[in-house]
């Protein structure tokens, strides 16, 4: 098996094909590890969670302690954020290798010279020809940089330049309204940047409207300039600062984060040779097996046209690998959770009202605003809401949207009902702790059939 990458999923598959008896090529031409461990999950969620203690300290809701505004040493930061990223490439990835005699590790860049033969250019300039029984392209995605007049050849950044900046921007021009965007955006602002947010469109615009809104209005709250509806029409760069020209007038920032999407890393594979199909966006097209247009050609993670999240890349490349020896199993997506890791949280899982009346649902739903939890009363945080939504006919949960603080960790209950098919009359009788965000959940079922502020606590 050669397997293209070195990602969350393409370790996931060689470990399990190493498992089943498999001799692994591992193809890589960059840093070992993929996106999330080196430039995206990993680093992002230390920098948000240093921005959140930061904003506490500052801005905490409670009167009898004081607030003070913590000075911000970047540079002490990035080392701590990258010994840990180190740490982990290395206890996940690196120390694998040694202990997987089964896998080799081939250091270069993979091509198709036909159906059945890679060419691999390696870093001596020499080039390897493999003809492997079974291949796994997981080359992930790469920053889309869109095509602005003038945005070429200046000196913006992607997520991962934000990341890895040793210096803390005065003001901070972000261009995207989805969850890179979001987060980094965030977590600028609350170490001390000035930022202002452009999105050409509303927030998370593939989300439930309110969640897009309702996280406007917090970031607005903590002194975010958000342009939503708002076009870039041109940028400029005069070796100091960057201007942008916006349908609502010229922006001017020491710093430009552009974080308008993700691509599938794909255009250097010569796809079209090896006859591996390929959507609209350059995405491989795989179906619940795995396999892409070709029988033996496999392909995971976010190089396909699967949900772009490293858990599904890592379900996806542990499947790929049983069903290249000899396995038949099907990855199931029809339960996918997600998070946004701003403050409050965004987190959903299931349809939304408007996903259910496309596939022609009828539905009900119930919205829970956060001053009717009591662990987000007694946090003074009830910046939120809950959303469920069912099936009319029967009451069974299709789908959950939660804004709220630590909305992660509220929505796998979610996902754990809607993949049993709960009801939300059963959701609103279960036993849940009390002084939980969680709890939420419950008291948003209740809702559809009482007034829960008419309960007394502990939900009933």
């Not at 896998?103 to 159906?115: S, V």
Request: a neutral charge; hydrophobic letters at 50%.
């Amino acid at each position: 098996v050669a397997i293209i990458g070195s990602g969350s999923a393409a370790f996931a598959a060689a470990l399990r094909a190493v498992e089943a008896g498999a001799a692994v090529t591992l193809i890589e031409a960059a840093t070992l590890g993929g996106t999330c461990v080196n430039v995206g999950c990993v680093p992002s969620k230390i920098f948000i969670r240093a921005a959140h203690l930061a904003h506490l300290a500052a801005r905490h809701p409670f009167t009898g302690l004081g607030r003070q505004a913590l000075a911000v040493d970047r540079r002490s930061l990035l080392a701590q954020q990258q010994a840990r990223v180190a740490e982990l490439r290395h206890a996940k990835y690196e120390s694998l290798l040694e202990t997987h005699p089964g896998i080799r590790l081939l250091r270069g860049f993979a091509r198709f010279e036909d159906a059945h033969t890679l060419i691999v250019a390696q870093p001596q300039g020499e080039m390897l020809r493999l003809t492997p029984d079974r291949i796994l392209i997981a080359t992930g995605r790469l920053p889309h940089i869109p095509p602005l007049p003038g945005l070429a050849g200046t000196p913006f950044w992607t997520s991962s330049e934000a990341l890895l900046a040793e210096e803390m921007p005065a003001h901070l021009l972000v261009l995207g309204g989805s969850a890179v965007a979001l987060e980094l955006a965030q977590a600028y602002l609350r170490l001390g940047s000035r930022v202002t947010l452009i999105a050409r469109g509303r927030l998370l615009p593939r989300e439930d409207p309110a969640l897009g809104e309702g996280l406007k209005a917090a970031l607005i709250e903590e002194g975010m300039a958000v342009l939503t509806d708002t076009p870039v029409t041109a940028v400029a760069f005069d070796g100091q600062s960057f201007l942008l020209e916006t349908a609502a007038g010229a922006l001017r920032g020491d710093r430009l984060l552009v974080a308008t999407g993700r691509k599938p890393n794909t255009a250097g594979l010569a796809l079209e040779r090896a006859g591996v199909a390929v959507d609209a966006s350059g995405a491989i097209v795989v179906d619940d097996h795995l396999r892409t247009s070709v029988p033996h050609i496999y392909a995971a993670g976010d190089c396909t046209n699967a949900p772009q999240f490293v858990y599904v890349a890592a379900a996806a490349g542990t499947h790929a690998a049983i069903n290249m020896t000899g396995g038949d199993v099907a990855l199931d997506l029809s339960v996918v959770p997600a998070v946004v890791f701003t403050d409050p949280q965004v987190a959903t899982v299931g349809l939304s009202e408007e996903e259910a009346k496309r596939l022609g649902v009828e539905t009900d739903s119930r919205t829970l605003t956060l001053d009717n939890v009591p662990r987000a009363l007694a946090n003074f945080d009830t910046r939120g809401f809950i959303k469920l939504v069912a099936e009319k006919a029967s009451g069974r949960l299709l789908g959950a949207q939660v804004l709220a603080a630590e909305g992660g960790e509220i929505i796998q209950t979610a996902a754990l009902a809607i993949k049993n098919r709960m009801t939300v009359q059963a959701l609103a009788a279960q036993l849940f702790p009390y002084l939980t965000m969680v709890e939420g959940l419950k008291l948003c079922a209740q809702t559809f059939t009482k007034d829960v502020s008419q309960l007394s606590c502990c939900a009933g």
